[in-house]
Structures are given as C-alpha cells and as structure tokens.
Nanobody, 120 residues
Framework: QVQLVESGGGLVQAGGSLRLSCAASGITFRSYAMGWFRQAPGQERQFVAAINWRAANLDYADSVKGRFTISRDNAKNTMYLQMNSLKPEDTAIYYC?????????????WGQGTQVTVSS
C-alpha cells in the first residue's frame, strides 16, 4: 500500500521559514519523480515544485522561485520543501505527490496534506 505522509506545516509569520517533509512507503522511491502542490481556500490546487529521481531535474512555480527549495533523500525515502521568505499568499494546504516518470502529466499518488499558515 502506497503511503505519502507530509509533515512540518504550521503557523509562521511573514518572512519566516518552514521545512516540509514527505515520507513515502510502499513504492520503489527511486523510480518516482516527486512534487509539491498547494491548495488555498476557494482555489484550485496548484503546482509548487518537482524533482526527478536523482535530483537532476528541478522545476518551480514562478511564485516560489528563489524562495523555496525542493530536495530528496533517496536513502530515507523522503522529499523536502524548504520554504523561506514566506508570504501570506503562501497560506495553503501543501500536498506531496509522486509520478512514475518525469515527463508524465498525471501524478500517481497523493498525500493527505499539511497546513501552512503565514500571518501578516
């Protein structure tokens, strides 16, 4: 059974930092590209960042470039999202996802999400 478990969310003031983690089980971790998405109240889920299996390919939404850094530790089956210079508009539920292949459009599995709230 595939499980993706996010952690690290919380309440932070604008300008602060958080580090999200996504622990994966039930998959061959190295076989999957991984990504972060977020969904704010009343809005559609949007892409945040993605990383391929050996971290050679990285992709970021324009809104987070220069502030967020995605990484992964294949030995720990874990992906991370370091979020710096947080803004109130970063407030959302953050989800991790995996897909088997960097160039696939569809994501295969999703986590349950972790809440990030940035106060002004």
């Amino acid at each position: 059974q595939v499980q993706l478990v996010e952690s690290g969310g919380g309440l932070v003031q604008a300008g602060g930092s958080l580090r999200l983690s996504c622990a994966a089980s039930g998959i061959t971790f190295r076989s999957y590209a991984m990504g972060w998405f977020r969904q704010a109240p009343g809005q559609e889920r949007q892409f945040v960042a993605a990383i391929n299996w050996r971290a050679a390919n990285l992709d970021y939404a324009d809104s987070v470039k220069g502030r967020f850094t995605i990484s992964r530790d294949n030995a720990k089956n874990t992906m991370y999202l370091q979020m710096n210079s947080l803004k109130p508009e970063d407030t959302a539920i953050y989800y991790c996802a995996v897909k088997r292949g960097w160039y696939r459009d569809a994501w295969d599995y999703w986590g349950q999400g972790t809440q990030v709230t940035v106060s002004s």
